[in-house]
């Protein structure tokens, strides 16, 4: 596993804050990389007005989301003076592993103020570090940025990346339905089927550890998406024993509502493929962008989905939180999104993560967090 590796060194080796921060750019980053597009909220109009988010909003301003890319990370940098001496590391890092975060995680989640910021786990967690390669291939990244050579850095950015198979075990060919027409699912348990929404198939920020990094380097070939729900749909209808559907990505939760809704709005039918009783929906959410339940401009539109899907359809409904640290659901935008889904769209809030090292591989941060 060789985001296992991510984190067993952190001391920068010898020389690295002396280069130059400059990092020849990637066009493939600023070209294919997808991103969601920046939610705009313009009026009085625009702005949800539930019980709950009216004294949300007397208190905050709202917030549009928009993405921070490896290109932006000076600016962060600027705003938060901790990070300018690891630029090097995340810019070189980040040619080979996808980086992405949000204003909410980097101003909200990552302590600036540690005594080593690398050890922070909320900045361990999004910002890559040359740490993630082994040995031969860290030096050969660091010997192509040297020579300066656009051409030569990007095709050791693709060797390595082909050398980091994200699918080492045929995942692509064995979990899916053996069905040409049906991408982006998988069908590896009985009851329970897997769906790769195309929309949902970034997120608001990207994890360190992700093992479906494929899904946002833009690769085509790597790339696991389903494009269209009918398709699904007829699928179920064939398969009466599958009774779960988890949505996952990337993240559902970037998916504008109305693009959600084709995959949700049937199920609030109750004799609509009834043996579906629950769904799933995978996301980080609630830690990278909490804004997305309670302020965006289409929060008041997902909470009253996923409330119908529940109520009307019968259908259990959980949010799969996958939080792994106490500091992701203590700040007062994170509890705010947990009281919308909990009181008024009545989802179950769930939630299973990994051990990451030097993030929650600590018995206090799980019994805080639990
Ligand atoms: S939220 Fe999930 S899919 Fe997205 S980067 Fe993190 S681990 Fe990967």
Not at 54 to 74: C, F, G, M, N, W
Not at 104 to 133: G, H, N
Not at 364 to 369: L, M, P, S
Request: aromatic content about 8%.
């Amino acid at each position: 596993m060789f985001r296992q590796k991510a984190h067993e060194a952190h001391d920068e080796k010898p020389g690295h804050e002396e280069h130059t921060i400059t990092v020849l750019a990637d066009p493939r980053l600023e070209t294919k990389q997808p991103e969601p597009k920046p939610i705009s909220i313009s009026g009085a109009d625009a702005l949800p007005d539930g019980p709950n988010v009216a004294v949300l909003l007397d208190h905050q301003p709202t917030e549009r989301y928009k993405a921070i890319s490896l290109q932006a990370v000076d600016k962060v940098a600027e705003k938060h003076p901790a990070l300018k001496p690891h630029l090097y590391d995340v810019k070189l890092a980040g040619m080979v592993f996808p980086f992405k975060a949000s204003p909410y995680y980097v101003d909200e989640l990552i302590d600036w103020d540690a005594e080593d910021l690398r050890q922070d786990p909320f900045y361990r967690l999004v910002f890559p570090t040359l740490d993630m390669l082994d040995d031969s291939h860290r030096t050969m990244l660091e010997e192509a940025h040297a020579e300066g050579d656009p051409k030569k850095l990007i095709q050791t950015v693709e060797q390595i990346r082909a050398d980091l198979n994200p699918h080492p075990a045929g995942q692509k060919l064995l979990n899916a339905p053996k069905e040409d027409t049906l991408t982006g699912v998988q069908h590896k348990y009985s009851e329970t089927v897997l769906v790769f929404p195309a929309a949902g198939q970034t997120c608001h920020a990207y994890c360190t550890y992700c093992f479906r990094w494929a899904q946002f380097i833009g690769d085509d070939e790597l790339r696991f998406a389903q494009k269209e729900a009918n398709s699904l749909f007829e699928y179920l209808e064939r398969h009466e024993e599958v009774s779960d559907i988890l949505m996952t990505g990337g993240d559902p939760m970037v998916m504008k509502t109305r693009s959600l809704a084709q995959y949700l709005e049937p199920f609030t039918n109750p004799s609509f493929l009834p043996h579906i009783k629950n769904i799933r929906i995978g996301t980080r959410s609630l830690s990278f962008w909490p804004q997305r339940f309670t302020t965006d401009s289409d929060s008041d539109e997902v909470i009253e989905l996923l409330r119908r899907v529940r109520e009307e359809g019968g259908r259990h409904v959980a949010i799969m939180a996958h939080l792994g640290h106490v500091r992701e659901i203590s700040t007062p935008k994170a509890k705010q999104a947990i009281d919308r889904l909990q009181k008024e769209a009545f989802a179950t809030i769930r939630s299973q993560s990994p051990v990451m090292r030097g993030i929650n591989d600590d018995a206090e941060v799980w019994a805080e967090v639990s």
